[in-house]
């Protein structure tokens, strides 16, 4: 039994002991959990019990930005040492099924991913983990920073999609958490400038406290307009849809270039009508994100780089009694809130 974070059910936490895994595989390491961020997912789990396709049916363990120590390693693991400051990557594959063989693991229909249905999370004090999807941190990047890396791969994943080339202008739209890590991974990728656009002042005084982030506040300045002023008639480059709404989709069809590409990243509650005679009409290339593979090793080395800092960007911490009250405050959604993190353990 552990001591954990338990959504038990739509609108009910507890921090209680539950039964966990606690078999050490030969590949697998243990890991004291230090930090946990608090993702849009779990809230929306909290909130309204699914995600698409994905429901809450039984209590299941929140978290899966996580960071901590290895305290013990499977007789077979060379990768790892115990000592070693660590973060994970939370989903696990199925490394024989033919998504994991195409490259493309993060769309794996067998994936295992902590905190969705039915597969528990990170928050609680120990967890066993594939050594394979743990990495070292390097000596310069905090435990706190650890548990940035996962949604930073998320930007990464969506920059990777775009095929930015050394230059390009680019539009995100929305500035909560995802929205700032791409623009961030969008200008570690070569683009020259990143405008951000969302409905709060405070969010995007956060985003564009970043050099060569431009922030558009809506509905107020249009950012078509915007784009065009800024690049002589032609338009967003690349456009970043991370706002989850229908508006959001038309708005960044209209800024972007002909020829451009859009990366829808945002996850939507509902159908959205999309503008496909726009789109045609400037051949719009349209790619889609879901999480990331292969992104956790250079999302890590930008930050260990000092290219990408994320510090900025952790506006409380809460310790491991305090869960609830950490999860209350995210469900607030206050306006100058970009990420909330829990912190388990002493290391």
């Known amino acids: 039994m ?12 507890a921090l209680r002991e539950i039964d966990l895994p606690d078999k050490l595989g030969p590949m697998d390491v243990r890991i004291a959990i230090a930090t946990v961020g608090i993702c849009g997912s779990d809230v929306h789990y909290l909130v309204h019990g699914r995600i698409g396709p994905f429901v809450l049916k039984k209590p299941m363990v929140l978290g899966h930005e996580a960071s901590g120590v290895v305290t013990e390693i ?21 490394l024989s099924s033919k998504a994991s063989k195409l490259g493309v693991y993060n769309v794996d229909p067998e994936v295992r991913f902590w905190a969705t249905p039915p597969d528990h999370g990170c928050l609680t004090p120990t967890v066993i983990h594939p050594a394979a999807y743990t990495y070292r941190l390097p000596k310069n990047v905090s435990l706190a920073e650890g548990a940035m890396v996962e949604p930073f791969a998320v930007g990464m994943q969506a920059v990777a999609r775009a095929k930015i080339k050394p230059g390009d202008m680019a539009l995100v739209t929305g500035a909560g958490p995802i929205g700032i890590m791409c623009a961030l991974a969008a200008l570690a990728g070569g683009c020259a400038k990143v405008f951000i656009t969302d409905l ?3 969010k995007l005084d956060i985003a564009s406290q970043y050099e060569n982030v431009e922030p558009i506040l809506i509905p107020s300045t ?17 456009a970043f849809e991370c706002a989850g709404a229908a508006a959001s989709v038309q708005s960044v069809l209209e800024a972007v270039a002909p020829s451009g590409c859009v990366v829808l990243v945002g ?34 080395a930008l930050i260990g780089s000092g290219k990408v800092n994320l510090k900025p960007l952790i506006c409380a911490t809460y310790s491991f009694e305090d869960s609830i009250a950490a999860f209350n405050r995210a469900v607030e959604a206050r306006p100058t809130d970009v990420k909330i993190q829990i912190k388990v353990g002493e290391t």
């Open 222 to 238: 249009n950012p078509t307009q915007v784009l065009r002023e800024a690049t002589e008639g032609w338009g967003a480059d690349v």
């Open 267 to 300: 996850m939507h509650v509902a159908p959205v009508p999309v503008d496909l005679a726009l789109a045609l009409s400037k051949e719009i290339r349209m790619e889609t994100v879901f999480r990331y593979a292969n992104m956790y090793d250079r999302a890590i």
């Open 200 to 202: 709060v002042q405070e």
């Open 74 to 94: 499977g007789s077979d693991v060379t990768n790892l040492e115990v000592g070693d400051r660590v973060c994970m990557e939370p989903g696990i594959p199925n």
């Open 2 to 13: 552990a001591r954990a974070l338990v959504l038990e059910e739509k609108q009910k936490l």
